[in-house]
């Protein structure tokens, strides 16, 4: 079993990024949940969304204590204990980040990867007046990143689940894709 | 059709299918994407309903009450203290013989306010006459729903289906979704036998002697304890249209029966996903109760045959007294020649995560004990 946690801000859109990922997979023929950080969101607070897949039938029902993955849509949340609390050494690491990482403290995870989806998003025109929406290119840096999924069933379930501007998020994922690096410590 | 959905789109799916002819249901969390959907669905012609918009939960239960009275299929949706603004009328609707079908997301009830899930907004309607079935995966819901209409109009009864609220609304999951022309075959138009009719006028509802109710209330209890055999009989249409089987009760039973979790709802899936990691070499089974009323005593006891020990997980509480399931499975077993140790815990109120690691040390611990421990145990949260 594969289990990912999507933290951005309330609003950036982490719950769809979630959908997009377990859509991908489904259609693989795995067996998937996709669900959100349940509580009273509001936008720009921390939220999260959570993804599971398994090639058997996955019967739990309860929260992802220890994720495998996480994907930060803001680097600034590496540094909130609600988010990272459930962190271990095997947990891998995709963040939303220009070059400089020198802030942040990000030793202790299994492997570490950045993309700078908000200049792809926003070179895209993916944004609202208070975002860049990155879901879309964060999950495609993570196809890649995860070696999960290839890029073509991500572009096929965004075409299929994005609300608005479906070609300029494939091209947001699809170029998210090829741009991620790993950060070697 | 296999897609994936949430828990909420399977409700109001399933409710499409039936093909309701009234529809009326009052936005709370986390139920609203159900009523959100299907007044979609009935704005794009797609389903042909009339989806009156009322100001509150109570009004939402009358609206539902005349349109059965005039013999029409109704739905609605609710959680939480929506449902208990409906308490009153849903006295009225069972005493009525109406067979309406409502969904609830269970969620806490307040204060404090929580939108976590826990079973004390439906359980606290234990006595109003209304069937109650809990469901664990978004497609138990689906078909839980169409089987929920036939039996309703069957026993004439008004019945709750009951979801956890956010880890079975809010998950997106895989669900087969049945074609509208099998559903038909499978649940056709509602024929009511008593209905409101102009050129018929008759009074419902109205004022009876004594020996009247008496009687009234007779019938309600003789026709619920025809409600698990009919039941068994629509779940046997139900498989051999659409290939799943239900049954009042679910069980696994291992090889070893060393120990039996009982429970109820999504609950029962992070137990068999925990009896599948860890539970089965140490002799760990289950049995999901799916009807909590009627209560399936018979179908309970059966299912307990051969099992050493029993643990109880209320995801509720009856202050002062304890967990409710709990309860009634030991009121069920009373007077029985093979009774075992039951061990009554608490978990889960509020949203709560009960995890495979929480169910190990749980079990771990009551297998040491030789005998069961009186009273509650709290699970750790």
Redesign the interface.
Known sequence: MIEVKISGRGGQGAVLA??IL??AL?KKGL??????S???ERRGAPVSAFMRSDSEE??????I?HPDWIILFDPQLLENPLIMGGATENTSILLNASKDLSFFDISGFKKTFRVDATAIAEGLNLKTTSFSIVNTAMIGAFARASNLIDIDAIAAATRDLAPIKKQENVAAAETAYGRIKEVLR | MKKLITGNEAAALAAKLARPQVIAAYPITPQTSIGEKLAEYTADGSLKARYIKVESETSAFAACIGGSLSGARVFTATSSQGLALMHELLHWASGARLPIVLVNVNRSMASPWSLGVDHNDTLSQRDTGCLQIYCETAQEVLDTILIAYKLAESVILPIFICMDGFLLSHYSEAVNIPDQDEVDLFLPPRDAQYFMDTNAPATFGGGVSSEALYQFRQRIQADMDNVLTEHDRICDQFYQRFGRRYTAVETIKPENQELVIITNSTMAGTVKAYIKEKGQQKGVGLIKIRFFRPFPKEALKEALKGFKKAIVIDRNLSPGSGGIFSQEIKASLYGSEDQIPIVSVIGGLGGVDVTVDHLDRLVCEVLKQKKAQPGTIWMEA
Do not use: H, M, Y
Not at chain 1, 58 to 63: S, V
């Open positions: 979630s959908q377990a859509t489904f067996s998937v949940q996709a669900f959100p349940f509580g009273a996955i019967t739990l029902r309860c929260g204590q």
